[in-house]
């Protein structure tokens, strides 16, 4: 069974040093994770920076954004394609100003009530938006987890299976969820890849249950390969 300790410690320690640096990332509200989060569904995120740092500047609070003419939110976000989630975002801003006096929702409850809003999106903004420890599961967050902690995902789409969700909120740390939590996502979209993981260049991979079974199968194939004349020199 791999470690707790060595899973988190290790984690964090290569996302201090290789978590990539989005202007969403930085610059730190609740509006802006909930803005970058609907550009990045579905979209590289290298490619939805420029089209959220034009948001940024045309709306940049929720009732600038829910006061957006038909058309201005599309242009900001036409390089990036998926045009049905600008109004997915008018929307989601409209009620976050009628229902919530203005103020994006700090609990799950009201968040997946507004418009686009699922429990991923509505996941990181509590975690990056407001600081709270709850787990993330994307497919690439998932891929990792099964991997690493030799997880049976049951469910077609990984986002949907409940036991996931659960098993990855007690690998939170209370402490530095956010760190952890772009950690994952990035090993997941950089190392851990979905067909050709680079185990070597990974932070995890001495306790890795994937990467372990992969070295046995090698090792046994190795094992397995009869010598042949040509695999001694003459
Ligand atoms: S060791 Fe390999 S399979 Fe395991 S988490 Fe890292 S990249 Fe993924």
């Known amino acids: 069974m791999p470690s707790y300790s060595h899973y988190i410690d290790s984690l964090l ?41 034009m948001v940024m500047q045309q709306f940049p609070d929720v009732r600038s954004l829910a006061n957006a003419l038909p058309g201005e939110l599309a242009k900001c976000i036409e390089g990036i394609g998926l045009r049905y989630r600008t109004d997915r975002m008018t929307a989601a801003a409209r009620a976050i100003v009628s229902e919530f006096g203005g103020v994006v929702p700090d609990n799950m409850e009201a968040l997946v009530t507004l418009p686009g809003i699922g429990r991923y999106i509505a996941s990181a903004v509590l975690c990056f938006g407001f600081g709270n420890a709850v787990s993330l599961i994307d497919t690439n967050t998932a891929r990792i987890i099964q991997r690493y902690w030799s997880f049976s995902i049951r469910a077609s789409r990984s986002r949907e299976d409940k036991e996931l969700w659960e098993f990855a909120l007690r690998l939170v740390p209370q402490s530095n969820a956010s760190a ?16 050709r993981p680079a185990c070597d260049y990974c932070p995890l991979i001495t306790e890795c249950a994937n990467a372990i079974n992969n070295q046995g199968k090698a090792r046994s194939a190795i094992k397995r390969t009869p010598a042949s004349a040509s695999t001694f020199p003459k």
């Open 13 to 53: 320690q290569w996302g201090k040093r290789n978590c990539r640096a989005f202007p969403w990332r930085k610059d730190i509200s609740p509006y802006r994770i909930l803005v970058a989060e609907f550009l990045l569904q579905k979209t590289n995120s290298e490619k939805a920076v420029r089209a959220y740092e």
């Open 180 to 195: 952890y939590n772009y950690a994952l996502i990035d090993l997941g979209a950089l190392v851990c890849k979905s067909l």
